[in-house]
Structures are given as structure tokens and as C-alpha cells.
């Protein structure tokens, strides 16, 4: 029997349009990295979170990003 994980990602987009970073939803955790960056920020619980830690993690006074689902 196999079974099959689904993995979604989002990407997110700054104010001018360039990917500033992702999240990959799976099972029970949402991923966040930064565009760029060799390591993964973390994991957090719900999309939310995940969105606001992505948010914290650019320049301050940056616009909330606009996400996608890729």
C-alpha cells in the first residue's frame, strides 16, 4: 500500500511583485522560508502564524506580502 502526501505551497510576493519567501502546508505544519535563504525559518501550527513569521522576517516597515497558492 502506498500513501501519498499532498504538500501546497505558497509563494509570497512583495510590494514589487518579487517572491519574498514560501510556505509548504503538510500534514499538521506550515513551513516557512525566505527567498534566499539557506534554512528553512520553522514550522508553525496554522497558516496564520506561518504568514505573520514570514511578515516579521522582512525589512521593517514592509508592506503584509501577497500570497499565492503555486
Not at 511583485?17 to 514560501?22: E, L
Not at 500534514?27 to 534554512?39: D, K, L, P, R
Given at each position: 500500500?502506498t500513501?501519498?502526501?499532498r ?6 510576493y512583495?510590494?514589487d ?6 510556505i509548504?502546508?503538510a ?13 528553512e525559518l ?11 513569521a ?5 525589512a521593517?516597515?514592509?508592506d503584509?506580502?501577497?500570497f499565492g497558492?503555486?
Open positions: 500500500m500513501t501519498t502526501t504538500t501546497r505551497v505558497w509563494i509570497a512583495g510590494a511583485g518579487r517572491v519574498v519567501g514560501t509548504r502546508a500534514e499538521e505544519s506550515y513551513t516557512v522560508a525566505m527567498a534566499g535563504a539557506s534554512a520553522g514550522s508553525y501550527p496554522t497558516m496564520e502564524i506561518a504568514k505573520s514570514l511578515h516579521a522576517h522582512l521593517p516597515g514592509s503584509w506580502p501577497r497558492e503555486h
